[in-house]
């Protein structure tokens, strides 16, 4: 089961259910389906452009029907299901909530062993990366803030290159032509990212080396 829509009705009111966890119109404690993972727990589907609003309001409300407060009147089963659940929840919003762990996460989905099978990095990205580490320690032990803002720009722009690249691969940056008649064919977005058919190892290969910037600005104190 991977996508919401393939959830069974709420057996308590009847209506859709939107995540495996917790019904969000009656506040049910549901029964974790087998093979369950994070875009099943926050409601999402996998094959989509990420929507951040939807996934945060997803997440207060199960956060709420899974709050100890509301389960009051639960049995033991049910209040342990809730704390187990509410667990769970957490683990999918941190890891969906982060673009990179969520490409990272997605790509293992479906790419069982990408990420393991294509971590060795080119000895020229090595090097580079290891420069711009070593300037930023000469940095930080002088004190020199200004060399400190400039590398974690630097680091911040090649993050941000590495991650557009594996949207680009992913598809979610391409545009497609609609071709209807009536309106004429204009340029649309494809939201569908299709990640069975990823290059998994060029995705691999560019959230390895994001990794490696992202340690770059956490070494910097700058947020990623």
Known sequence: MADPSDLPPCPACGLPLVSCLACLACGEVQDEPAGSDHFLRLGL?????????LAESHYL?????LHPDFMGAADAQDQYRAVSHSALLNQAWAVLND?????????????????????TLSPEFLMEAMELSEELQEAKGEGCSDTIR???????????????????????TID????????????VR??????????????????HQARIYRRILRNAGEKH
């Open 150 to 172: 400039r590398i974690s720009s630097c680091a911040r722009s090649a993050l941000h290159e590495r991650m557009n690249g594996v949207a680009g691969v992913c598809g979610a």
């Open 99 to 119: 673009e990179q762990l969520r490409a990272e996460y997605l790509l293992e989905l479906h790419h069982p062993g990408a990420l393991a099978r294509n971590k």
């Open 61 to 65: 409300r199960l956060s709420r029907a």
């Open 176 to 187: 497609r032509i609609a071709h209807e008649a009536d309106p004429p064919a204009v340029p």
């Open 190 to 207: 494809d939201r569908r990212l299709h990640p069975h058919q990823w290059n998994s190892a060029r995705v691999a290969t560019l959230l």
């Open 45 to 53: 589907p996998q094959d989509e452009l990420y929507d951040p609003e």
